[in-house]
C-alpha cells in the first residue's frame, strides 16, 4: 500500500502493481499465442498427411488449396502476432514496474522522486485504461482493500465497476472468437 514518505504523489505505488499486471498480462498473451499457433500449425499438418481420406468428398479435389490458404493464413498470423511484440512488452513492463519500486524504496527527496518518476514513465510505454480498471476493480471490490493517493483515496462506484466487467467479457469474447474462427473453419472443412 502506498504511503506519504515512500510516495509522495501516491502514484509510484499503484503505477509499479498496475504495471505487474500488465507485464502478467502480456506474458500470458505471448504464451498463449505461441500455443494457438503451434496448436493450427499441428492441425495444419494434420490436415496435409490426411488430406487423401477426404478424396471422395466434395472438399476432395479442393484440398490442395484449402491447404495453401490455411497455411498463408498460420503465416499471417504468425506474422500479426510477432508484429505485437507481446513478449518485448512484458519485458518493458516488467523493467517499469522494477524500476518504481526501486524509486519508491528510495531515501530521495519529495521533489527528486517526482522528477525520477516522470523520466521513469518517459522511458517506457504506458499501461492500458483496463489495466488500471482492472487492478482498482481487484483492490476495492475483491480484496476490499483502500487505495490513497496524494487526492484522497480511489473509488471505484458499481456503474464503474460494471462498466469495467462488461469492457473485461467483452476483451475475453472478441479474443475466444478470434481464437476459434481458425478453429471452426477448420472444423468445417473436415466435416465436409
Not at 14 to 38: E, G, N, P
Not at 82 to 108: P, T, V
Request: aromatic share 12%; proline share 3%; with cysteine.
Amino acid at each position: 500500500m502506498a504511503d506519504n514518505i515512500n510516495d509522495p504523489l501516491g502514484n509510484i505505488w499503484i503505477t509499479s502493481r498496475v504495471r505487474m499486471d500488465a507485464h502478467a498480462k502480456f506474458t500470458r498473451l505471448d504464451r498463449f499465442t505461441h500455443i494457438s499457433l503451434t496448436t493450427y500449425s499441428v492441425a495444419l499438418l494434420g490436415f496435409s498427411v490426411f488430406q487423401h481420406h477426404l478424396e471422395n468428398t466434395r472438399l476432395g479435389p479442393y484440398t490442395s488449396e484449402v491447404s495453401i490458404v490455411l497455411s498463408a493464413s498460420i503465416l499471417y498470423a504468425s506474422l500479426v502476432v510477432w508484429g505485437l511484440r507481446f513478449g518485448d512488452k512484458s519485458r518493458d513492463h516488467r523493467d517499469c514496474y522494477l524500476a518504481l519500486q526501486k524509486l519508491y524504496d528510495s531515501e530521495m527527496e519529495t521533489s527528486e522522486k517526482k522528477i525520477a518518476y516522470q523520466d521513469i514513465l518517459d522511458r517506457y510505454p504506458n499501461h492500458s485504461a483496463l489495466d488500471y480498471e482492472r487492478f482498482i476493480f481487484r483492490k476495492v471490490w475483491i480484496e476490499k482493500s483502500p487505495i490513497e493517493t496524494a487526492r484522497g483515496p480511489v473509488q471505484m462506484s458499481f456503474a464503474r465497476a460494471v462498466k469495467y466487467i462488461v469492457l473485461e467479457l467483452l476483451v475475453w469474447i472478441i479474443g475466444a472468437i478470434i481464437f476459434l474462427i481458425p478453429a471452426i473453419a477448420i472444423a468445417v472443412i473436415y466435416a465436409l
